[in-house]
């Protein structure tokens, strides 16, 4: 070694020996730490040294382990604030404007996360007064193969107007509600991430155990690129399968866009209907679609407008061969004119060029705003076009439905140690199609988080998912979206649970309702029932038990709040459901008589099971308890489930 080496060398090993005395990225300025609870505080600094921790009045010692890693406990403390708090080593931080309340973590996928200013009262609410005692940490998605010690870093963002633009709206609500009747600080740990599914929040000690997770988890490569090696060969071979004979990735992509029979050998995609349940799960990337339309002279005369319902996420739009127009929004209805002189008497062709980034990907939402509208009428739009997969797009990093454990790996291992004073959950429309299996994942899920906080009567409060899809396609009895709701309600049989119902809130044509207040402010009324501040329950009627008796059925409710009701005084009740034992289920006309509802049907004469708002919209169904709460779906039947079987494949 050089003289002139042996200086730099020095200086490095004295620099990496004094690492900077920090906190873990969870802990920042204006954030609200667990009141009531034992206190731990946790990070990183030089190896070796006694760092002095001081926090509301009172002092602790911390010694750095050889790893770098220390931490302290302080007693309980009330709530209150602001604090100051700060670590002195061999160098020091400072923190300030801490306050002490209660912390919730929010959990689950695209509803939880919508944020608050596109809701159908968010511009008001960011506009309006607000309560600094408010604050949220948007925990940053990142999904992992192995568990993480620290989140991405992050901000706690206080609750001012104009800043809570990007708060939770279901959390946001959830906590105004709170702190009007506790008027205690709120922190709201935002770690929901859209569309995901069950399986990837579960621990992966968790998920080891189970004999349906437990092989793909030991499968999981080693590093980031071995997985994306793995997923792109995955959905290769699937797009290989859906268009046999067809190059993937396609080459003469330029010329799909003509007025010309070129798609003959293309497989057929329905829209609306996104592409992944259609035989192209997982696939992000780029999807042509084509349709042919035969005009008559007087449809084709003049100009016309276009109808492409949504699109998930961006498109191109072409008519025989014309570029019409183009843009990017899942959630934006697409409408491109298409200029006088572009179509033809006879054959005319529309192609699409669909780009998903991520989640869903193609043509969806409303059947009726899929058309062509001509000046000699409307054509319509729905069915089957021809399709053709041109780009397979695999993210660089893993991404929270890769394999069960990523998003837990991410977002909740690194939370170990916190104290929260309980859970919000809304999450399950990415497991419908394995309705029957959601039950005992959920559970499971819900008593191993109370073991990683520490809690074993943490409160878990969830929504059931919003009435979904066209009221055209509900078929009596049957569907998937009702059976993941009697999963999620499953959960009840777990103490410290409870269940906001969101089936009168919902869209047919929008997973997301816009209604976030309704369900902010239900959950909120369960936390305060769960806390012993409501004395009242808050969950909404319940069954309790059923009888069949001279050609009726006759349920037995508990919690109406004062009694069963129709949602608008006057209406009959709808949303209940007969079955003899052929098991074909028929309206059924209902009677209140008291706590019970008598139920009978004509085409069921000898009934033998009973349901209610057992469809995957169930927006019609209208039963109320006193206090306006719905009555949730029910059925009096074990009978098998159409998802029965169904679970958790890579």
Not at 307 to 320: I, P, Q, R, S, T
Not at 363 to 386: M, Y
Not at 499 to 518: C, E, F, Q, S, Y
Request: hydrophobic share 45%; with cysteine.
């Amino acid at each position: 070694m050089t003289r002139t080496a042996l200086p730099w060398l020095l200086a490095l090993m004295a620099a990496t020996s004094h690492a900077e005395v920090r906190l873990a990225e969870v802990f920042g300025e204006h954030m609200v730490l667990q009141r009531d609870r034992p206190l731990r505080l946790w990070g990183r600094a030089t190896p070796g040294q006694t760092l002095t921790v001081a926090f509301a009045g009172r002092q602790a010692r911390a010694a750095v382990a050889a790893d770098g890693r220390w931490q302290v406990q302080f007693p309980p403390l009330p709530a209150g604030g602001p604090h100051r708090l700060s670590v002195q080593g061999d160098g020091s931080l400072q923190l300030d404007d801490v306050l002490i309340g209660d912390v919730w973590l929010l959990g689950g996928q695209s509803n939880m996360e919508w944020p608050l200013l596109p809701t159908d009262t968010g511009p008001q609410e960011v506009a309006s007064p607000q309560n600094p005692q408010l604050r949220q940490l948007r925990v940053p998605l990142r999904a992992s193969l192995r568990p993480e010690a620290e989140i991405a870093p992050a901000p706690w963002v206080v609750g001012e107007p104009g800043r809570v633009a990007d708060f939770s709206a279901i959390g946001y609500h959830f906590a105004r509600r709170l702190q009007a009747v506790q008027g205690v600080p709120i922190g709201l740990l935002n770690t929901a991430w859209g569309g995901s599914m069950l399986e990837t929040w579960v621990r992966r000690e968790a998920a080891l155990q189970d004999p349906e997770l437990a092989p793909t988890v030991r499968a999981l490569p080693a590093d980031a690129t071995a997985l994306t090696a793995a997923l792109r060969e995955k959905v290769q071979d699937r797009v290989a399968r859906w268009q046999p004979g067809l190059p993937v990735p396609a080459t003469e992509a330029a010329g799909w866009s003509a007025a010309e029979d070129l798609d003959g050998r293309w497989p057929l995609l329905q829209a609306p209907g996104l592409w992944e349940g259609q035989g192209l799960a997982d696939l992000d990337g780029i999807v042509w679609l084509r349709r042919r339309i035969e005009l008559s002279a007087a449809q084709a005369a003049g100009a016309a407008e276009l109808h492409l319902a949504k699109v998930d996420d961006c498109d191109e739009v072409w008519v025989n061969g014309q570029r019409v127009g183009g843009q990017c929004g899942y959630d934006q209805l697409r409408r491109y004119a298409v200029p006088a002189g572009v179509l033809r008497t006879g054959a005319n062709w529309i192609a699409v060029r669909v780009t998903d980034t991520g989640g869903g990907g193609g043509i969806h939402g409303d059947a009726a705003a899929l058309r062509l509208d001509t000046a000699a009428g409307s054509v319509p739009l729905a069915g089957a076009w021809r399709a053709r997969v041109e780009q397979i797009t695999v993210a660089p990093q893993p991404t929270a439905n890769d394999a069960p454990t990523l998003a837990h790996n991410g977002l909740i291992a690194p939370l170990h140690g916190l104290s929260v004073r309980g859970v919000l959950w809304y999450q399950g429309e990415s497991n419908v199609w394995r309705a029957e299996a959601y039950a005992g994942t959920f559970q499971r899920l819900i008593q191993d988080w109370r073991m990683q906080f520490g809690d074993p009567t943490l409160p878990f409060l969830f929504v059931q998912l919003a009435a979904f899809l066209p009221l055209a396609d509900n078929q009596p009895g049957a569907g998937g979206w009702p059976e993941l709701r009697e999963a999620q309600a499953a959960a009840l049989a777990l103490p410290h649970t409870g269940l906001a119902t969101a089936i009168d809130v919902g869209d047919a044509n929008d997973i997301h309702p816009r209604n976030k207040r309704a369900l902010g402010e239900r959950l909120a009324g369960l936390a305060l029932r769960e806390l012993g501040l409501r004395r009242a329950p808050a969950g909404g009627p319940r069954l309790v038990g059923h009888e069949i008796r001279d050609g009726a059925v006759v349920l037995k409710l508990a919690d109406t709040a004062g009694g069963l009701r129709p949602a608008r005084a006057g209406e009959p009740l709808r949303g209940f459901l007969l079955a003899g034992a052929d098991r074909r289920w028929h309206p059924a006309d209902a009677r209140i008589d008291g706590d019970r509802v008598v139920l009978r049907c004509a085409a069921v004469p000898q009934p033998a099971a009973a349901r209610y708002a057992w469809v995957n919209n169930p927006s019609e169904a209208n039963a109320v308890g006193g206090d306006g709460l719905p009555l949730p779906p029910l059925r009096t039947d074990r009978w098998p489930l159409e998802s029965a079987g169904r679970t958790y494949t890579p």
